[in-house]
């Protein structure tokens, strides 16, 4: 990877890093104070924000192994490895298609019932088939339930928290090669 790349990269990790680690306290707040707008405007945040460095990091997609085998030099760089639990995209994909979901409960839950923008133990509602059960924040754990997945926010945020000042030291660094000196001794 040109170092150049590397850089941008690097730059893109430190600023999604901060997405996410912007939205704590934002969903702590709201969790707080049962501010449900608040806290799935965070929770959206953490989502896209961590699966955004994610994306850099590995790659999207059907080209994922491709991309990733080519970003190493970036999880190298910041002491990322593909235990990361920045690596999962489906809490992400939850948010982002969204739209699928909706449609996919109203074909297989023949009563229509639904469980959204919950805070709380997601035990507190019993009977629902998962598919009916669309956003659960336990703030407990803390953690998010999506259609029955449950995601650790701590985990995350966490290596955000580790990875945001090696990103941005690193992405601080000049972009170019240092010049050789030549061996002539002039």
Not at 94 to 107: L, P, Q, S, V, Y
Not at 115 to 131: E, T
Not at 152 to 172: G, K, N, T, V
Request: hydrophobic letters at 40%; a negative charge; glycine letters at 6%.
């Amino acid at each position: 990877m040109e170092l150049i790349l590397l850089r941008v990269f690097q730059r893109q990790v430190a600023g999604q890093c901060r997405v996410v680690m912007s939205s704590v306290p934002i969903i702590n707040q709201a969790a707080s104070t049962a501010d449900h707008d608040a806290l799935w405007v965070g929770c959206q945040m953490f989502a896209v924000g961590s699966a955004n460095v994610s994306k850099a990091l590995w790659g999207d997609g059907k080209n994922r192994s491709k991309v990733a085998a080519q970003r190493q030099p970036l999880r190298d760089s910041l002491g990322v490895d593909d235990t990361s639990p920045l690596y999962d995209l489906s809490l992400r994909n939850h948010f982002e298609h969204f739209d699928e979901r909706i449609d996919k409960w109203w074909a297989e839950d023949p009563n229509h019932n639904i469980l959204d923008r919950m805070i709380g133990p997601p035990s507190a509602v019993v009977g629902l088939p998962d598919i009916s059960r669309f956003r659960v924040y336990d703030p407990s754990g803390p953690s998010l339930v999506l259609w029955g997945q449950k995601y650790d926010l701590q985990p995350i945020a966490s290596e955000c928290d580790r990875i945001f000042p090696i990103a941005q030291r690193e992405a601080d660094k000049p972009h170019w090669e240092p010049p050789t000196t030549s061996g002539s001794g002039q």
